[in-house]
């Protein structure tokens, strides 16, 4: 996911309420069986919030992690995968592989303007010498595929990023990707505005054919869009009262990445700081944090005004589109797992 949006626009829509006291008696989602996944991301500072959300939760055993061209280019995507493993430490590691350096269709769009040169918001991952990631021998469109047909009926792919790699796999292997559990994906603005235009949200202006191919494939989809991940983010009042008192690696992190200064109570050039793809995983870990209707979606793919949109129409598939969330309910999840729980 790539643009952060404004404090400004998230409280001229109506639709949106702030998060306005912290809840500290919310409690987490109860561990019933772990749910096999993977995910397909552009590391940014939000893909690896998101990472570490799945790592530390036991709902969940991620089978693999691929990159794809999106917040940063994709070989910077890829060196961020394996920096936040590293962070991770996973106890089981997952295949990890690269995917499309570029968009179908389309020039490239990056956000470093709100992730930072490096994706990462500057960060500083220590390097351990010697340590070494299970690189998948294909593409990361194979691996989806290869991991869907070894898992049938049992896998949910997450993707927080631009859709190419799965629209590559679709294309190249459609009985593979029918026998994915599900498709969560984080991405567009149904009935909201959007964030990198007024009409376009970042994954999928970044590559709106691969986004048409998916959401209209027929698959089992979940779409995580704006309308919810705006109603989910870092505030002053969470940093200074759950994240930086748990004091260890990962708060760290997340005050380094997000840019967080305890002085001024701001993020990086923001006053708050949206967890769009933490909510993507944190639908897979619990879907009731969601409210769904189940809609027909268009993309717009020719270049203009509306380019990236996506809208509701009454022709093609209908997918589980998330409308409303428990936001509460999902920061308590959020923070209590930078701290709870063993990486997995």
Not at 14 to 28: E, F, G, R
Request: contains cysteine; neutral net charge; glycine residues 8%.
């Amino acid at each position: 996911m790539g643009f952060q949006g404004t404090h400004s626009n998230l409280t001229s829509d109506k639709s949106i309420t702030p998060v306005l006291k912290w809840n500290k008696n919310l409690k987490p989602v109860e561990v019933t069986k772990m749910g096999k996944v993977m995910i397909d991301c552009d590391v940014g500072v939000d893909d690896a919030l998101a990472l570490i959300l799945a790592f530390h939760s036991p709902e969940l055993d991620v089978k693999a992690v691929t990159g794809v061209n999106g917040n940063v280019p994709l070989a910077q995507v890829f060196e961020n995968i394996q920096k936040v493993l590293r962070l991770i430490q996973p106890k089981n590691k997952p295949l990890i592989a690269k995917g499309a350096d570029r968009p179908l269709k389309g020039k490239t769009t990056y956000a470093y303007s709100v992730h930072g040169k490096d994706g990462l918001g500057g960060a500083r991952i220590d390097h351990k010498e010697g340590e070494r990631w299970q690189l998948f021998p294909g593409r990361a469109d194979e691996l989806i595929t290869t991991r869907a047909r070894q898992y049938p009926g049992e896998i949910t792919l997450i993707a927080t990023a631009p859709l190419t790699n799965l629209a590559l796999a679709l294309q190249r292997d459609r009985e593979g990707m029918e026998k994915l559990k599900g498709v969560a994906i984080m991405g567009g603005a149904v009935r909201t505005k959007g964030n990198v235009t007024p009409h376009a949200e970042f994954n999928i202006f970044s590559d709106p054919l691969a986004a048409k191919i998916i959401l209209e494939s027929g698959l089992p989809i979940t779409l995580v869009p704006l309308d919810v991940t705006h109603q989910v983010y870092l505030t002053p009042q969470m940093m200074e009262e759950r994240v930086r008192p748990t004091n260890n690696p990962f708060s760290k992190f997340v005050i380094e990445a997000t840019g967080y200064d305890s002085i001024t109570h701001r993020f990086r050039n923001m006053e708050l700081f949206y967890l769009h793809d933490p909510l993507a995983v944190g639908v897979a870990i619990d879907p009731t944090l969601v409210r769904k209707e189940r809609l027909s979606i268009h993309v717009e793919t020719p270049k203009g005004k509306y380019y990236g949109r996506t809208s509701e129409t009454s022709e093609g598939p209908e997918i589980d589109v998330c409308l409303g969330v428990d936001s509460q309910r999902f920061l308590e999840l959020f923070a209590s797992r930078l701290s709870l729980f063993a990486p997995l």
